[in-house]
């Protein structure tokens, strides 16, 4: 099974017409965070979906009312700078036809979808070998596809917090949880660690500070996506 990161975007009409404003100057960034992957036959063309974007909330409301598509909204301000949308829309041609090609049986697109310059969006497939290069094959000629990345740890390395590290990182972080290393105060310390890996206290706080690094910038590309 693969992780398989790909960028998608259209050269003429936009994926979806809101594509420009979430991807253009107002807006400092944006990820559509969650979906409802329910189709239902009586309204097959709609979609609802839950934005965090980062920019000023009312210039984000005046976009989503101006825009026809939208059904309705509503924003929920998490800061001057930042705020949740939730949507309810038709669905735009591009937009279904693109996902409906890319999220074929025995493929999962796993949240969030990030939003970046020049019209790209960006979003993550978990699936065998087959069915996610069938994808990507299936999208339709007017779109561009590049593929970001590929990893072979699948659905947990989309989802796990803690993917970014290697095995042995990982290991140290456990024992120094188990030990009380990160306990307020701290109760245990680095030569505990370091009997848990059977390893020196040079290699047991190298691996931690490996580890707490990876997990910081971790968490805060997540935060930014």
Request: with cysteine; glycine share 6%.
């Amino acid at each position: 099974m693969k992780r398989v990161e790909v960028g998608v975007r259209s050269a003429g009409d936009p994926i979806h017409p809101l594509v420009p404003f979430l991807t253009g100057p107002d807006v400092a960034r944006a990820a559509m965070v969650d979906w409802n992957g329910v189709v239902r036959p009586e309204n097959p063309d709609e979609s609802t979906v839950v934005l965090r974007v980062h920019a000023d909330p009312s210039v984000v409301r005046e976009a989503f009312a101006a825009e026809p598509v939208v059904d309705e909204f509503h924003v929920s301000v998490a800061d001057e700078d930042c705020c949740y949308v939730h949507a309810h829309s038709e669905t735009a041609r591009l937009e279904g036809a693109t996902a409906k090609s890319l999220t074929p049986p025995g493929v999962v697109a796993v949240p969030p979808l990030r939003y970046e310059d020049d019209g790209w969006m960006v979003l993550t497939l978990v699936g065998d070998d087959a069915p996610v290069q069938a994808a990507i094959e299936r999208v339709p000629d007017e779109i561009e596809v590049t593929v970001r990345s590929v990893a072979s740890r699948g659905y947990g390395a989309a989802t796990d917090p803690l993917a970014c590290l290697t095995d042995r990182q990982r290991d140290a972080v456990f024992a120094a949880v188990d030990a009380g290393y990160y306990e307020v105060p701290r109760t245990g310390d680095v030569a505990a660690v370091a009997d848990d890996l059977d390893c020196a206290d040079s290699t047991a706080a190298e691996h931690l500070r490996k580890a707490e690094s990876r997990l910081v910038a971790s968490l805060v590309a997540s935060a930014r996506a």
